[in-house]
């Protein structure tokens, strides 16, 4: 049985008893002090089973809840009507990072930009923080929402800060790896030539050689022809 339907059957079984005891007294069954005693003894009893049982109900939803609500369901349907704006921002965020880097970039579009963006997660963050954290009743008002704006605008500028280092990181990155093929080309370059130039001085069967071999160091088969008899 729930603890729900614990109080219901409790508060059920107390107003029979009253009836009865009500009963009793218009009998003239019980005296006018026997029914006040009977009856205070009656309503103190059941305002201590019902304490306890309304505890018990308290506990049960708790160990139902999630993330503070009552169900599941209730948490990802306030959620997920939330999650689509922090999405939205992700977009515009990565979406102004790459058209930063073109040429026919507008300095007034990138600046619309990163306004956009901005206010687009300060936004999200505020209505997922607002929908997360339940206001305790030992916490003002005030400083509730004004903790509720400073998380959001941290959450804002690390979230905007960590993107555009991961962009920069792969920049970098790939700027590095161009030099290196570049490094390594031209080294080669370099080694073939030098090497063509001692063979030539060295002999010509050499240079023969040379001709059948590719521009960077890799070996071309000679043609060989067959003729028909």
Not at 41 to 58: A, T
């Amino acid at each position: 049985m729930s603890a729900e339907k614990e109080v219901d059957l409790l508060t059920s079984k107390h107003q029979k008893k009253l009836i009865q005891l009500k009963s009793e007294y218009i009998k003239n069954n019980i005296s006018a002090s026997s029914y006040l005693f009977e009856l205070d003894k009656l309503n103190n009893s059941f305002d201590q089973i019902i304490s306890c049982s309304k505890e018990n109900v308290k506990i049960a939803k708790n160990e139902f809840k999630t993330f503070g609500f009552s169900s599941p369901r209730v948490f990802l349907i306030g959620f997920g009507i939330r999650f689509p704006y922090l999405i939205f921002s992700f977009i515009i965020l990565f979406f102004s990072i790459y058209y930063s880097k073109s040429s026919d970039s507008n300095l007034y579009i990138k600046n619309a930009l990163s306004f956009l963006y901005t206010v687009s997660f300060l936004i999200s963050f505020y209505m997922i923080v607002w929908f997360m954290w339940t206001r305790s009743q030992d916490l003002p008002k005030l400083t509730y929402y004004i903790l509720i704006g400073v998380i959001s605008v941290l959450s804002t500028f690390i979230v905007i800060c960590l993107s555009k280092y991961y962009n920069t990181s792969i920049d970098i990155l790939k700027s590095k790896v161009r030099l290196a093929y570049s490094f390594i080309i031209n080294t080669q370059q370099k080694t073939v030539l030098d090497f063509a130039l001692k063979a030539a001085q060295e002999s010509p069967e050499k240079v023969e050689e040379i001709k059948r071999t590719g521009y960077f160091g890799v070996t071309v088969p000679p043609i060989s022809v067959k003729w028909c008899h």
